[in-house]
């Protein structure tokens, strides 16, 4: 496993689901959920003075079924010398108890498109359900796992230090047996 890095998620996150998890049904998803929380999003993350949000559109491979997630964080990316990537953790909470992780890193803070795999390294992104954290878990699903992929295009927002993305992703267990697709994702980082 590549990750030795573990992660606290404990007060330093702000466990801030802006509307909570969205179940997007057991389809193919409703793209008005996904566009609602990308809504929710933009408009209230912007104005922060420091954080990051996201709208995820997650979908189980072998299930097909999806899920609309949104999470925030009112911390600023961090930047990590041994992973040499900008790391924004999230955590989604429903009823006020963690449903699961999303982390998303990339090598530069700054206008861009970056992809990853297991042998690129411009972003990753990883996810886990559950109210715990272990980056080494057989069910954590990462972008840089055999077969895995990313992409991550950061624009420069209205505000100076300020960047909105789009994602998408296919995560691989390190279990390698669950797959999970990122069709639809956005991001806003304020730093």
Known sequence: ???????CLGTALLALALGGCAEAGTGAGSASAYDTAKGDV????????????????????QSSKSLTMVVA????????????KWVIPFRAVDDGSATATFILEVEEMKAG??????????????????????????????????????????????????FEGQFKAKLVSNS?????????GYVYVAR
Not at 44 to 58: E, N, R
Not at 176 to 184: A, F
Request: net charge positive; glycine share 14%.
């Open 1 to 7: 496993m590549r990750r030795a890095w573990g992660l």
């Open 42 to 61: 933009m408009s209230k993350v912007k104005t922060w003075p420091q954080g990051a949000g996201s709208a995820l559109k997650l979908v189980n491979v």
């Open 73 to 84: 964080s009112r911390d600023a990316p961090k930047w990590d010398d041994a992973m040499k």
């Open 113 to 162: 498109r970056f992809e990853g795999s297991d042998s690129k390294g411009g972003c990753t992104i990883g996810i886990g359900v559950g109210p715990n954290w272990d980056s080494q878990a057989p069910g954590v699903a990462w972008s840089d796992n055999d077969g895995g992929y990313c992409e991550v295009t950061l624009t420069a927002a209205a505000r100076p230090g300020h």
């Open 176 to 184: 390698k047996d669950s797959v999970y697709r990122i069709d639809q």
